[in-house]
């Protein structure tokens, strides 16, 4: 019983009575392990459709990569550092509101001549499918962040003015006939010649006119054929068009022209089409499907980039993801990006893996779903994560993977150490969004599960080495049917002492379920399916609502919403909720922010945890104003070396505008091992000692009033 108390303390101990709301910045200092190996880019958030750009964020001289995922539309920068085992990146969520509003797409390009580069995306413009290519100017200056302006393309001698595309697409956006202007390869909806805009900017006497023109409409004179590959040499009209394709060009050959890298909707090859003809009169001459891993297929719809990646030949990798939203999502089986380089040997691609980047993210499927529960009793709150995986027979199915807190109370480390906690995966279930409570006052935790049909079920949640979630029979919520993609979370609303439930659901409103039973035996009762008077406008606007305790019987109700944001109402059960906040920054996701809030490092304040549709999490930590505004040093501000270390002693780099210095060293293990403090300036460069460490992986800290900044360090025995 002891042990079971102590579970419960922890969940009520992550639920404070707050009077006013929470500001919040990216967590950094929460290591996450799986099979013993720290994963460097854990809380980015997990990839379904990427795309990748390059471009200098910080104007350091280094390259920083852009991930880019149609999931949302969300993009995930990652800051380039120099280590001493050559260029590496960080997770660098500090720059994500500093991108403009991006839709399905992005590549980079200096449009307008000045050095910089400037990004091109999508807006909608009659309905989802039909978009138009956009562009943001990157400007000068910019405090160290970068910034964009809104800048329109135009087509002449076109009767539509505007270059309109699909939403499948991925246009291939190169310097086509030489002239340094970045022009445009396209197939239009429907259509099955490759179009070529040409970017007649300087001819208007301005090179940022971003003035095009439609200048080939059957470049390369080839026809795309809904089998997957080309009849060359063809121009002639189709009767059947193109759904959807990837394109990127790039001289394969090095003969001076442009080649082809190409897939369609429902390819599962990417083709390499050569060009033998010149930059000015393309002829698409050979097309090749066997030319990467020997003719095996990939996923379906796989698109090309070519990234540099920090080497410093100057070569590019080839990198491959899919195109296509299944409207499912996918996971690290599932998903696959592969990592390409040249081959000295071969003069081809020799492959390096398939699971660049997501190898080292939280990430187990899609649709991710958060809750804390101590799992193994052992006092500490562990996290737990529903998530979703496709299956041949029902579509999707559901799991719970289980993160246990091997840290300090103070200083949490999270281990994978159950893909499948409790083995609901056999159990065909989709959507599992956990919560958890006492519900018939034995001292131990139930488990609530919402799922996809708006059901709710209820178990017996077990602790210890291997948790186990049994049927709770009669099951207090087996008879309500809400309106789907259930959301729960159970806390009691009107102080009598029994949890109730909230419940985000489809339509973007809060059900409460009031507990009308005895400690041992609860009985809900549905009180409003519209907690707060809360209604948001249109149809996809599944919730994920979090209340918190307030002064005064009142509530602060932190929800999470379809468009990957966070809102804060305030009020009292019973009477309409206010807004207070309409997006918590940076609380942004991308698509279905799925949410709980808990204390996971002992402070007295809570971390709000949000899972997302592509199946990872992102922690966000209380944060006073002040921080907010600068809440990261930057990787070319601080450096710590040696590192690997030898195991004696290594030194930090610092700005020489930080003062009062706190450094901490932490093991694999998330426990307290060397601190450091020093007050006013810090000299330069600052020593700190290793001696008598033993070998391994540890997370640095450092911290100062204004600013802090985390790291990964490899000792040597």
Known sequence: MRRAMFAIAGLLAGLPIVAQPFLFAPAEDMPFFSDGRLLPHALAGGLEAPQFIEMELNNDGLTDLIAFDRAGSKAIPFEAYLSPLGVRYRYAPEYEPHFPPLYQFLQSADLNCDGLDDLLTMEPLTSAADVGLKVYLRQAGGNGMPAFGAQMLHLLNNPDTIIRIHAFDLPAIADINGDGLRDILYIPQGGTQIQYYENISLQLGACDSLAFELRDDCWGKA??????????????????????????????????DKDLFFSGIYGRHILQLINGGSATEANLISQDANWLLDGEPMMEFPAPYLAGLGQDSGQQSLLVATNRLS?????????????????????????????????????????????????????????????????NVFGYISAVALYLNAGT????????????????????????HPTFGDLDGDGLAEMVIGLADGRLRTYHATAGESPAFTPMEPDPLGGFHLNGFAKPQLIDVNGDGLHDLACGTRNGTTSLLLNEGSPEAPSFSLATDTLGGILPLGYFQENSPFLLPAEDGEFWLYNGQFDGKASLYKGQPGQEFFLQEKNIGPVEVGERAAICLHDLNGDQQPELIAGNMRGGIGIFSPAPVSSRQNAFYTAAEIFLYPNPANGSDVFLSLPASASDVHVRLFDAAGRLVREQRAAGAAPQPLRFGLHGLPGGIYMYQIMTPASHFTGKLIVNQ
């Open 327 to 391: 409207g499912l999502g996918a996971g690290p089986e599932q998903t696959k990006i592969y990592h390409f380089i040249p081959s000295e040997e071969t003069g081809g691609w020799q492959f390096l893996g398939d699971d660049f980047l997501i190898a080292d993210m939280v990430d187990h499927g899609f649709r991710s779903s958060p809750a804390v529960w101590d799992a193994n009793a052992d006092g500490l709150p562990d996290i737990l994560i529903g998530y979703n995986k496709p299956h």
């Open 223 to 256: 026809s795309y054929e809904l089998d997957g590959n080309f009849m060359l040499n063809t121009c002639g009209p189709r009767t059947a068009g193109c759904a959807g394709s990837a394109m990127l060009a790039t001289d394969s050959d090095g003969d001076g």
């Open 409 to 432: 109370p103070t200083q949490p480390a999270f281990h994978l150490a159950d893909t499948d906690c409790g083995g609901l995966l056999g159990s065909a279930m989709k959507a599992i």
